[in-house]
């Protein structure tokens, strides 16, 4: 195996040890960022000159290249949201994701492709064009968080952070062939993080393997003053041999073998569970099918309140020509958002609205906490609940840019999670010669640590099965 293609925990073994120099593993990835970046289109903003970064060896992450979506601010380098409004921003200081991992010892070696304002679920909304799969030129590697996933499959990055406001981490990771795990609301501070629905965004990891993610997860997570939404207590530490003598319960959602499934979706599924020592029960969840529609009024509603602020005068892209202060408000907001983040702005103020609110985000917020009770009272019996995370393979380049609610629904299996806070990862499950798609896992709420030690679990027996 080349340097490059290994997982962090092994990369910072060798470099810990003496065997393996940073500088050499950052050239290396830099390398295949020159080779492979202007096909793939992973990256918005690169860093690749040496000298910009001190490695240290002895640091926890021993100075690994990071790569980071472009809407977790990093100070000093361009931070876009893959939007022209913040096309030429540049933030004066770093996320708390960002600062811890500086502070391990890591290496930013550059901002990903992402859906304008992570409002998409193929990177085909950034105004920097899409990010490419890379098993196959002709599709797309999946979205908001497109680029992070493509930097990792195709070793231009040894991990990438995402976000997740409804599948952003999970469904590109699947689309893409790696392991996308969300923390639960709370777990991970939104300091730093663009906001796009503040009751639904966390930030993510994007890496080989699940220990990767234990890995960031440790350094990263964990109370912060500067976001009042966090769990205040300290995560528990996982621990991988958790499951390893039990027998956890798990769920799987009948949906999961719905026609609108792909075939090869469903039938690697019941491969795997059928080899695994796990109790399982098939459960049907009727009200799966709201998950989507519920998650297009909250999330609207909330973007269109967090959007409020690119009016021109503070910071980002403001237009010219401007004749009173509201010629200026409404040109720099026509010209600097997109089609699909001014979709959601008239959605959501559409649904805010006096006379409509009651009828929609009141009714959207009741139906979220039905969803949720019904969620916890699955989770009473059940460690895990189990689908597909996404119904299809990564589609075509073009085929649901034109077509809203064809492409909302790719996060048919992914929503969930975020509209009740919980912990979700995708696994790879497809051959290597197949295009990729994964295994959905979710634990209770905060039950990040006992998710990440069966999703450990689950990857050997993966491997054991298919590979
Ligand atoms: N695809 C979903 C959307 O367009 C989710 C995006 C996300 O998780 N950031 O809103």
């Known amino acids: 195996m080349q340097i490059v293609e290994l997982p962090i925990h092994i990369l910072v073994d060798l470099i810990h040890s003496g065997k393996l120099d940073p500088r050499e593993v950052f050239n290396s990835f830099c390398n295949n960022i020159f080779k492979f970046n202007h096909n793939l289109n992973a990256f918005i903003t690169v860093d690749c000159d040496i000298t910009h970064h001190d490695f240290n060896s002895h640091s926890q992450m021993a100075g690994i290249p990071i790569a980071i979506k472009d809407n977790i601010i990093t100070k000093g380098m361009r931070t876009t949201c893959g939007s022209k409004m913040l096309e030429s921003f540049v933030p004066p200081y770093d996320a708390t994701a960002v600062s811890r991992l500086k502070k391990a010892g890591a290496t930013i070696i550059g901002k990903t ?39 990792v499959a195709s070793c231009m990055a040894a991990v990438a952070l995402g976000s997740d406001t409804g599948g952003s981490v999970r469904q590109p990771a699947a689309f893409s062939g790696i392991v996308g795990f969300k923390p639960s609301y709370g777990r991970i501070s939104r300091y730093g993080l663009v906001a796009f629905a503040s009751s639904l965004d966390q930030i993510g990891f994007l890496t080989r393997d699940v220990l990767d993610s234990v890995l ?12 009042a939404t966090m ?12 499951w390893r003598d039990k027998r956890p319960k798990i769920a799987v959602l009948k949906q999961s073998f719905d026609d609108s499934v792909d075939k090869i979706i469903r039938e690697r599924i019941e491969e795997i569970l059928a080899k695994s020592s796990s109790k399982i029960d098939h459960i049907s969840l009727p009200e799966l099918e709201y998950c989507v529609p519920i998650y297009y009024i909250i999330a609207p509603a909330e973007c269109s309140a967090n959007l409020a602020r690119y009016d021109g005068v503070r910071y980002g892209f403001r237009a010219d020509d401007i004749g009173t202060i509201e010629d200026m408000y409404i040109k720099t907001r026509s010209l600097g958002f997109g089609d699909e983040v001014k979709r959601r702005i008239m959605i959501g103020t559409f649904v805010l ?16 906490m039905y969803i949720s009770a019904k969620f916890n009272r699955i989770f009473d019996k ?19 840019i034109d077509d809203p609610v064809a492409m909302y629904l790719s996060d048919f299996f992914t929503v969930p999670a975020n509209l009740i806070g919980a912990p979700a990862i995708s696994i790879p499950i497809n051959l290597d010669k197949e295009l990729p798609f994964g295994i959905h896992i979710m634990a209770s709420p905060q039950e990040d640590a006992s998710l990440l030690a069966y999703a450990a679990e689950i990857e050997d027996l993966i491997s054991m099965v298919i590979k």
Do not use: H, W
């Open 231 to 242: 769990i205040s207590e300290d995560p528990q530490p996982v621990d991988l041999n958790l």
């Open 113 to 151: 492709n992402m859906d304008e304002f992570a409002m998409g679920s193929s990177t085909e909304y950034s105004i920097f064009g899409a990010s490419i799969n890379p098993f196959n030129n002709e599709c797309v590697a999946g979205g908001s968080s497109g680029g992070s996933a493509v930097a």
């Open 216 to 227: 960031l997860y440790s350094i990263i997570a964990g109370p912060d003053k500067f976001d």
């Open 353 to 368: 609205s006096a006379g409509y609110s009651e009828k929609y985000f009141s009714q959207a917020q009741r139906a979220r």
């Open 382 to 400: 059940y460690d895990f609940i189990i689908s597909p995370t996404t119904p299809t393979q990564p589609f075509k380049l073009g085929e649901k």
